[in-house]
């Protein structure tokens, strides 16, 4: 949940800058099963064995070697925006479909998986870390904030009575009343 205005319009930035991935927390999983590397030579016909965030703010892959085994890092699913029609790409398709297979609602692949490989393996380099790029969201998950610093309160309904409904005089008239425990 937003815990003040955004600093600058998060959409505009991934759109003028032709973007495929742009994501506020990074790393946000690990991937160690030796089948993905299987199911990326398959359809991508490589394999990447690592993920980093380079200093420029965009993912950067190791490719496997014949005898390496992935440990692969994702991006956090918390908040991202995506190009979908490049997820939609034929040879991306292929992979997220042998990815899922028989696992349609299991949580064995990780969505974090199939939201960082195609986007690393299409081009890196329009895979853009939020804050790296000057966009400041202040997204409160599970205590964290934008996934870098732990909040003081691990509940938004604690932050919005604490918080929120004191300092953010546009969200309080806004959201004042919808922001409730139901139960």
Not at 52 to 66: F, R, V
Not at 69 to 79: C, D
Not at 88 to 111: A, G, I
Request: charged share 25%; with cysteine.
């Amino acid at each position: 949940m937003a815990t003040k205005s955004f600093n600058v319009d998060p959409m505009k930035v991934f759109i003028e800058n032709d973007l495929n991935l742009m994501f506020d927390h990074f790393p946000g999983g690990l991937t160690r099963m030796n089948e993905i590397k299987l199911k990326m030579m398959d359809a991508y016909g490589t394999a990447i064995c690592r993920v980093s965030l380079n200093l420029n703010g965009t993912l950067e892959a190791d490719i496997c070697g014949p005898d390496t085994n992935p440990s692969i890092r994702q991006v956090y699913g918390f908040h991202h925006i995506t190009r979908l029609d490049m997820y939609r790409n034929e040879t991306h398709q292929k992979f997220l479909k042998s990815m899922v297979s028989d696992y349609k609602f299991s949580r064995r692949w990780d969505d974090q998986l199939a939201v960082t490989v195609p986007a690393v393996i299409e081009d890196s380099s329009k895979t853009w870390d939020h804050r790296a790029h000057g966009v400041h969201l202040g997204l409160h998950h599970n205590t964290m904030i934008d996934g870098k610093e732990r909040g003081e309160y691990y509940s938004y309904l604690n932050w919005w009575a604490n918080m929120g409904k004191k300092n953010w005089t546009v969200a309080r008239a806004m959201c004042d009343g919808l922001v409730v425990d139901l139960g």
